[in-house]
């Protein structure tokens, strides 16, 4: 038994479902994520969710300083105690989805990496949080369901091409990094997860002319599946059919093709045909 896990033993603590608390113990295994994450000992990393601190002393032997932030009061003692020894490691106690991670992550290294065991139930918001903050990020590193990994890095017309698989594939290059079965973790979630390393482009893949109005595009292709993107387009945007037409025709795309086949090119093209169109209008 890990000494790890001899604590959380001896102290009496009992996993909380509600929280997602799902850790890992394999030292060999955490080893290999720090490596996957390429952790470096210039750079400092933003931990989310450290549990019981298993990740934690490998990502502070990897790296120059490590700030975890906990939700759960009751690891903070435990944490602490053991994380005592290590001279640059932070732990803040808070929920990531509340705190001013501008204010938080002040005094890091920039930019700076992520990596976290992300709680299933806050997957998909916690990735458009750090992606949507405009916090100097070099990259993220994330263990999430192995369902999510698989959309993150779904291509157009696939069952997982939507709007977090946009979001992630324009600011990031992700790749996959492991499988990791739900054997590997105590206690074993209902599903299997994966690591998935995602480092920031230097620009994005594309550069529509409105950023706003290209994500509210990418929104519409989704709302209705079934639907063709030009219906998607009438609703969404409360066109007519002659607009979102004149919109399709000058953006190169046939009337009658959905919007899940479209890749982020044509998506983009789209968007710059709409923003274009008011601007000659305006």
Request: hydrophobic share 45%; with cysteine; proline share 6%.
């Amino acid at each position: 038994m890990s000494k790890t896990r001899d604590r959380i033993r001896e102290s009496s603590l009992r996993y909380k479902q509600s929280l997602g608390q799902n850790f890992i113990y394999d030292d060999g295994l955490l080893a290999a994520l720090v490596a996957e994450a390429g952790v470096t000992p210039s750079e400092d990393v933003l931990e989310i969710g450290p549990g019981c601190g298993s990740l934690t002393k490998h990502l502070c032997d990897a790296s120059h300083h490590v700030m975890s932030v906990e939700l759960d009061e009751r690891l903070v003692p435990l944490l602490s105690a053991f994380m005592a020894e290590r001279d640059n490691f932070t732990l803040v106690q808070g929920d990531v989805m509340a705190l001013d991670l501008h204010q938080v992550t002040e005094g890091l290294r920039k930019p700076f990496a992520v990596v976290a065991n992300i709680p299933y139930y806050i997957t998909t918001p916690l990735i458009q949080r750090l992606l949507t903050a405009g916090l100097p990020l070099s990259r993220l590193a994330l263990m999430v369901q192995k369902e999510v990994a698989e959309k993150i890095l779904s291509a157009p017309g696939e069952d997982g091409w939507g709007p977090l698989a946009i979001r992630c594939q324009y600011q990031c290059e992700p790749r996959l990094a492991m499988d990791v079965p739900a054997a590997c973790f105590t206690p074993p979630p209902k599903v299997d997860s994966a690591f998935i390393v995602m480092p920031f482009r230097a620009e994005p893949a594309v550069v529509p002319r409105n950023e706003e109005l290209f994500f509210r595009v990418v929104s519409a292709a989704f709302a209705l599946r079934r639907k063709t993107m030009l219906n998607n387009l009438c609703a969404t945007f409360r066109a007519d059919r002659s607009t979102a037409l004149a919109w399709m025709e000058k953006a190169g795309l046939d009337e009658k093709v959905r919007g899940e086949k479209l890749s982020m090119e044509e998506l983009c093209a789209l968007a710059d045909a709409m923003d274009a169109d008011r601007e000659e209008k305006a």
